[in-house]
């Protein structure tokens, strides 16, 4: 990929970051060549800051950082869309996006999220951060035990029983994917490959 700096008196391009798992436009920044560089390099979005005069990491204070999954250029290469995860709110005010949009994410995004906070935060002490950090097979090993059980409780007929063991099966197959680096949206886009 290669942008046109050039065509920008100033040498900044316009950098629209976009959630990757729920398609939410987050925010707009501009980029410089270095900015870019150091973007692709690090997998962290970093832009350059016109009031600062420098590069500026993204989340470099609030610690609310966007991880990158995807870039791409826009067809005349001078402009660029940046697909990422969020850890945080994005907008310095505390909102989600900096358009203070109210549409909440699905649940099972929302869900990512948090758990991906816990896998960040060491020092956080909830079941989550404690589950991921005795490792993947502790981690793995926890989600066959609840398959097992949520195929014991489907021979029954006690559905409150069945969705409960169904809803920890679902929470620890999300603590597994976040263990190996991974989420729910590149699962289901495997199916969607399938589905062609």
Known sequence: MKIDFAKFESGLAP???????????LMLGYMNEEALAKTEKEKKVTFFSRSKK???????????ILHVKEILADCDNDAI?????????????GADTCWNEKNEPDFLTHLESIIQKRKSDSSEKSYTSSLLKSG??????????????????AKDNNEELFLNEAAD????????????????????KVLKDRHK
């Open 54 to 64: 420098r590069l500026w990491m993204k989340g470099e204070e609030s610690g609310n």
């Open 169 to 188: 099966l679902l929470f620890h197959y999300l603590v597994l994917l976040a263990a190996k680096d991974t989420n729910l949206a590149s699962v289901i």
């Open 15 to 25: 950098a629209v970051i976009q959630d990757s798992q729920t398609g939410k436009v």
């Open 136 to 153: 993947i097979n502790k981690v793995a090993q926890k989600v066959g035990e609840e398959a097992v059980e949520l195929v014991i409780e």
């Open 81 to 93: 869309l940046i697909k990422a995860l969020p850890t945080g709110p994005v907008c310095h005010t």
